[in-house]
């Protein structure tokens, strides 16, 4: 095998470890642990209807629906590490208004990508909450969905409550391996590994043209 192929093939190795970095990221827990789900569970006794509410998790945006009287249920917008967690958001409908709502191709549509980047004007993080996390198997039955009531505040607007289950885990309960794949240091790592493969394989690709016209 000349140089040039493999250079190709360690290149090509590169890419297949980074575009499966996600479900590397999904090892099996550390001995005596055990992996657990929890969905975020809110509720209202407010009318909250000058609000639009938000889940924000690893590239999606989606809208939660909260109605007086009853409960919402928030599962995870995806799988794996990169989805492990998110983050509840409350915008006042007023100032989305004008944003286009168009499905788009795949992507966010406007209004969607201005939630995400955190360009709403006025946007009120209400809860962080992880939908996967590593806990002691002894520990495991005691955990609950954690329920949040979600009322108005004088200050902010609206603010979350816990009221039931599981807690707010910000920084704590996510293992170190799935903080690690989920954070935005793995995307800047890997996109660099991915342009360096591409530039390999443009090269080699070259090479051997110029080589067989």
């Known amino acids: ?3 040039t192929d493999k250079t190709a093939v ?3 190795a590169l890419l297949t470890i980074f575009f499966s970095s996600p479900a590397l990221g999904d090892v099996a827990p550390d001995p005596g642990y055990k992996r657990i789900s929890l969905k975020l569970i809110v509720e209202t006794e407010d009318d909250l209807s000058d609000f639009r509410f938000f889940i924000r998790s690893g590239a999606e945006v989606e809208e939660v629906v909260v109605t007086k009287g009853e409960r ?67 520990d495991a039955s005691g955990y609950q969905d954690p329920v949040y009531r979600i009322e108005k505040d004088p200050l902010t607007g609206v603010r979350a409550v816990q009221v039931s289950g599981g807690t707010n885990i910000s920084n704590t309960g996510v293992s170190s391996g799935l903080r690690f794949w989920g954070s935005p240091a793995v995307a800047i790592v890997a996109g660099i590994f991915l342009l360096f493969g591409i530039a390999i394989l443009g090269i080699w690709y070259f090479r051997r043209s110029s080589k067989h016209p």
């Not at 499905?103 to 969607?112: C, H, R, S, W």
């Open 10 to 12: 360690a290149g090509l």
């Open 72 to 138: 919402t249920e928030i599962e995870p917008l995806g799988g794996g590490a990169y989805y492990s967690s998110g983050k509840l958001i409350a915008v006042p409908k007023k100032n989305l208004t004008g944003l286009s709502e168009r499905p788009t191709d795949g992507k966010l549509n406007e209004l969607q990508k201005a939630v995400y980047d955190g360009k709403a004007p006025e946007m009120i993080d209400l809860v962080n909450h992880s939908f996967a996390r590593e806990v002691r198997e002894s």
């Open 1 to 3: 095998m000349h140089l």
